[in-house]
């Protein structure tokens, strides 16, 4: 399983992105789906996850401004900010986590990153 973020940037504060992960393999459909984020110097943190039945749930400090989707037939998983502020400022991870239903151990597989910059 691979994983590829995009649509980092430069973005001044108030403004929006989008990011993206784009996922191989079959196991899309099954997997919960995640975006983090981490500073330099500090630990990564959740930003939101999404079920692989659509359930969401947000970082406090997101919510109301990031929406978490994923399109099953791209196997693909989105963030949306707007609204963004400096503090938001850090790499963004995507991450998938995959859980076997014979062994019931959980795989997770993380992308490279991708970063975003907010200017104030």
């Known amino acids: 399983v691979q994983l590829q973020a995009s649509g980092g940037g430069l973005v001044q504060a108030g403004g929006s992105l989008r990011l993206s992960c784009a996922t191989s393999?079959?196991?899309?459909?099954?997997?919960?789906m995640g975006w983090y984020r981490q500073d330099p110097g500090k630990k990564r943190e959740l930003v939101a996850v999404i079920s692989s039945g659509g359930l969401t749930n947000y970082a406090d400090s997101v919510k109301g401004r990031f929406t978490i989707s994923r399109d099953n037939a791209k196997n693909t998983v989105y963030l949306q900010m707007n609204s963004l502020q400096p503090e938001d400022t850090a790499v963004y991870y995507c991450?998938?986590?995959?859980?076997?239903?014979?062994?019931?151990?959980?795989?997770?597989?993380w992308g490279q990153g991708t970063l975003v910059t907010v200017s104030s």
């Open positions: 991450k998938s986590s995959y859980r076997d239903p014979w062994s019931a151990r959980v795989f997770d597989y």
């Open positions: 393999g079959s196991i899309f459909s099954n997997s919960v």
